[in-house]
């Protein structure tokens, strides 16, 4: 079994983490997390520091788990890396963070989350941070 899992240094990527922590847990599943830039903007704040992927990958190794971190360079937007990552790995779970957004916002920037709901061929688990 793997999870895929979208990841940026937020709440909302802390969140994802922990949820595709806990999922692989229950089921002996391989983590596969991915980290991409914002539209080929690698100075971005959604792409990683060299910091966090090693928190990240500690996390998981704490958590007994099988697991990669992928940080593509190709420019590919995160929703077309994630669906990508869960297509090559036969993905059984992807998992992301999701945060509030108003209508307006949605329709002006697009979103990660909706295209890769919408576009899955897996169950996709969509989580909030704790309040």
């Given at each position: 079994m793997t999870v895929v899992v979208g990841y940026v240094p937020t709440p909302e990527g802390s969140?994802?983490?922990?949820?595709a922590v806990e999922a692989a847990q229950?089921?002996?599943?391989?983590?596969v997390v991915v980290n991409t830039s914002y539209h080929g903007d690698y100075a971005h704040p959604s792409?990683?520091?060299e910091q966090d992927i090693d928190a990240l990958d500690a996390q998981l190794a704490q958590a007994g788990l099988e697991h990669e971190i992928r940080r593509p360079l190709d420019g590919s937007g995160?929703?077309?890396t994630i669906l990508a990552a869960a297509e090559e790995t036969k993905a059984d779970l992807i998992v992301i963070g999701?945060?509030?957004r108003s209508p307006v916002g949605k329709l002006l920037t697009?979103?990660?989350a909706q295209q890769v709901l919408l576009e899955a061929d897996?169950?996709?688990?969509?989580?909030?941070p704790r309040a």
């Amino acid at each position: 079994m793997t999870v895929v899992v979208g990841y940026v240094p937020t709440p909302e990527g802390s969140a994802a983490v922990d949820a595709a922590v806990e999922a692989a847990q229950r089921t002996g599943a391989r983590v596969v997390v991915v980290n991409t830039s914002y539209h080929g903007d690698y100075a971005h704040p959604s792409f990683a520091t060299e910091q966090d992927i090693d928190a990240l990958d500690a996390q998981l190794a704490q958590a007994g788990l099988e697991h990669e971190i992928r940080r593509p360079l190709d420019g590919s937007g995160p929703a077309t890396t994630i669906l990508a990552a869960a297509e090559e790995t036969k993905a059984d779970l992807i998992v992301i963070g999701i945060r509030r957004r108003s209508p307006v916002g949605k329709l002006l920037t697009g979103s990660t989350a909706q295209q890769v709901l919408l576009e899955a061929d897996c169950p996709v688990l969509a989580v909030k941070p704790r309040a």
